[in-house]
């Protein structure tokens, strides 16, 4: 009966600690309530002591086990409130704690969450540093593309190559291509305009066209250069029967001076006159140039000329050379957006003359648009042609539908279309969007 008692109270102690204390002391109730009856046994009454002294024991290893209870419990709860921070330093902590406690509760799953918690934090470290170096690599290739250099987009695309996965890498090297491919199409027009302007620059000199007409030769078709070629040799040939026939008037010169000095001789003898005065008169009809001048005035200045269709330059400009004849004068300008109305119109040069034009050039009607791009600095283009950067004003905006472009390095380009009516003012305010990673 000891025995079964006992192990009722030892399965209370394993399953209900907390109830256990409350089992002693009813034990202890009932051996109070019988010490009268079983003093007179002594057999009984040993018993009773060993009894009595059993339950002491156990009272004390209640206590000590329920002291070691209670601290487990409180590192128990201290690990679990370690977790709810995130922090890699609490986790350790309270990986370490749960490793001490054991079986206790839960605690090897929970030292297990904790590591694999820790696991989780150290790829996020890895990740984020791997992107911190990324997003480094990215804006050291963005700066090299402002440059607008062939060298710096080639220098962008090493840096892009080395993080092809992260935002718009790849379709950035993709752009720096492109660039490369508009840089060198821009250099060889740049270098066949520079061939162009030299060939014209040749036609101011009118020793030179035969010169200039081989120069206009190998530009084929480039913008007019088929026909000022023709031009040229047209000047040419012309230039050479006027030399050889300056050469006979040379002769016919010598022989008339020749002649007047012997007039004056005679006059002289016999008393004077004014024949020397009506000879040198026929001396400068004979020695008249095939060319004249231009000097040309535009208010606002910087306009473009043209002369049949040849540029020349740009205002204020005199231009000397200019064959005899009628041509035709046309002056062009746009001023950041501003289109003026080109001025068309007839000039005739005379030899040894310069003609004065001094021309008041009108904005062009249409509609006006203000253009507001965020941020600043975008280039802007109306049906594909650049008119310049943002924020900006664009005049003379013929009536129909129209699209505006917004480009800006670093940001997503940005369409509008509209409507124009011809005529009044309206504003729009566009913003670009980042690229994406």
Known sequence: MSNNVYNFRKHVYDQAPENYKELLDGCYSLIDKDRARITANETYLQNYAAYQHRLNNEVTEYNTSLEKIQDNNKAYQYALSLMESGNESDYLKAAENFENLGEYKDSINQLELCRNRLKEIDLDKKRRAKLEVDEK??????????????????????????????????????????????????????????????????????????????????????????????QCLRFAKKENKSGTSSNKKVGVIIGIILLIVGVISISVVIGGGNLFTQNTQTINSLTNSAYGSLNIKTTPSEASIYIDDVYMGKTPLVINNVPVGTHILKLSKTDNGKEYIEHLESITISPDSIVEKDIALSLASGSILNVMITPSGASVYLDGIYKGVAPITLTGIRPGIHTLRASLSGYSDVTYTFEADGGGSSGVSLSLGAFEG
């Open 137 to 230: 690599y990215y804006n050291y290739a963005l700066s090299l593309m402002e440059s607008d250099t062939e060298d710096g987009y080639q220098k962008a695309i090493t840096e892009f190559n080395k993080i092809l996965n992260y935002k718009d890498s790849q379709s950035q090297m993709e752009n720096c291509l492109k660039q490369i491919e508009r840089i060198h199409k821009e250099n060889e027009e740049r270098a066949i305009e520079e061939h162009y302007n030299l060939a014209l620059s040749l036609m101011n000199d009118y020793k030179a066209y035969n010169k200039a007409a081989l120069e206009f030769e190998k530009l084929g078709n480039y913008k007019n250069s088929a026909s000022l070629r023709k």
